[in-house]
């Protein structure tokens, strides 16, 4: 069983930076494409950003485009770590966000139905 941890969530000004890390609970994780996602209150989970297995590939929805970063760690032992920097906050950023773990693809990423497991998710809320 493959267990997701986020953290690096907090309040912060509108315009401020957070960077969110999930780590995985086991060193094999080079095969899973990984995703952040997040939920507001009252609307549905919605896709924020998502890197191939390689790293080489990265997606972002287009209302954080330019102001979120998504990488990962694949380095030689390392444990596939994957981390959302996120700049430039706005309220409307507010929400619970997800990890998730997506067992050997690299298309259709930014569809829940991809992934396999989620993290508990990290509470990230900017105050305007």
């Known amino acids: 069983q493959v267990q997701l941890v986020e953290s690096g969530g907090g309040l912060v000004q509108a315009g401020g930076s957070l960077r969110l890390i999930c780590e995985p609970s086991r060193r094999t994780f080079s095969n899973y494409a990984m995703g952040w996602f997040r939920q507001a209150p009252g609307n549905e989970r919605e896709f924020v950003a998502a890197?191939?297995?390689?790293?080489?590939?990265?997606?972002?929805?287009d209302s954080v485009k330019g102001r979120f970063t998504i990488f990962r760690d694949n380095a030689k032992n390392a444990k596939n770590t994957v981390y959302l920097q996120m700049n430039s906050l706005k309220p409307e950023d507010t929400a619970v966000y997800y990890c998730a773990a997506a067992n050997s693809v690299d298309y259709g990423l930014e569809q829940l139905q991809r992934y396999d497991y989620w993290g508990q998710g990290t509470q990230v809320t900017v105050s305007s």
């Open positions: 890197i191939s297995r390689s790293g080489i590939s990265t997606y972002y929805a």
